[in-house]
């Protein structure tokens, strides 16, 4: 049976003003994330996917359309109530490693701080463990690879216990090996029934989505599903 949406996206468009004009980020997205199971946004470079993916993540305010997140429309909401949404619910990766950690504090003090900025408790050794980074919490995160340090922002969602993660191109800057321990972390994470939004143009990750919206030039093209590996209608729900 398909779940609840989580997000409801209808019409949504974005733009950039730039000195040579507006440039359209996203136009006219009409779609539903269900609350469970991988969403991956997909498309060439340009296509809008990292836009869609800040729109879903509270960072951007579209200039079109309306989003809800579990049936509130987020458009009506004050700049500290989105604040206090993305802390509570939604948990960021980007896709530098490095951005997403505190490097001055060790892996366990990273995932202690990620708990507090939202207001929860964590027992670092139980995620530690749980993301195959058992006995590194005492570890500076440079000690980290590019992929243990990618596992670890996932691990500070977690201790976020945010009900969303959304990720930009997780894999992206790092190699092979690290990129596959970013593969098995996202599994993981589907597997505890975390709704997990990832904007890539990795095959390896897109191949693990449940449903992959295809971008191109800032338009929905066709949310594709994994199980019928078909077509749904293009840019509907
Ligand atoms: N801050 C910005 N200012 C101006 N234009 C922008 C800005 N961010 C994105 N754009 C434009 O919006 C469109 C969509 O960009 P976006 O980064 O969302 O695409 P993408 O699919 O994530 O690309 P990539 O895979 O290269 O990261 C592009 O035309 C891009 O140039």
């Known amino acids: 049976m398909p779940s609840k949406p989580i997000f409801q996206l209808r019409g949504i468009g974005v733009d950039y003003p730039t000195p040579a004009g ?23 470079s340009g296509s809008g996917k990292s836009t869609l993916l800040r729109v879903l993540g509270l960072l951007e305010r579209p200039a079109r359309g309306t989003l809800t997140f579990q049936g509130a429309d987020t458009g009506r909401l004050r700049h500290t109530e989105r604040r206090a949404l993305r802390r509570d619910h939604l948990g960021l990766v980007f896709q ?9 504090l060790n892996v ?26 058992d006995g590194t919490g005492s570890w500076r995160i440079s000690a980290l690879s ?10 500070c969602a977690l201790a976020r216990r945010s009900s969303v993660i959304l990720a930009d ?7 092979e090996a690290s990129a596959d321990l970013v593969l098995d972390t996202l599994r993981f994470l589907v597997d505890q029934d975390f709704a997990v939004l990832v904007a890539s143009h990795d095959d390896r990750l897109i191949d693990l989505g449940d449903r992959i ?25």
């Open 22 to 44: 507006v440039v359209t980020g996203v136009d006219d997205i009409t779609v539903d994330i269900p609350a469970r199971g991988m969403t991956v946004l997909a498309g060439p």
């Open 96 to 104: 530098n490693p490095p951005d997403n950690l505190f490097s001055s």
């Open 213 to 237: 919206a295809r971008l191109h030039k800032g338009k929905l093209e066709r949310v594709e599903h994994a199980a019928t590996n078909g077509p749904e209608r293009g840019g509907a729900r």
């Open 108 to 133: 366990a003090d990273n995932l202690r701080a990620a708990a507090e900025s939202a207001r929860t408790e964590c027992r670092p050794d139980d995620i530690l463990r749980q993301l195959g980074l």
């Open 169 to 175: 191109e997780p894999t992206s800057q790092l190699d």
């Open 146 to 155: 590019g992929g243990q340090q990618q596992r670890l922002a996932f691990g």
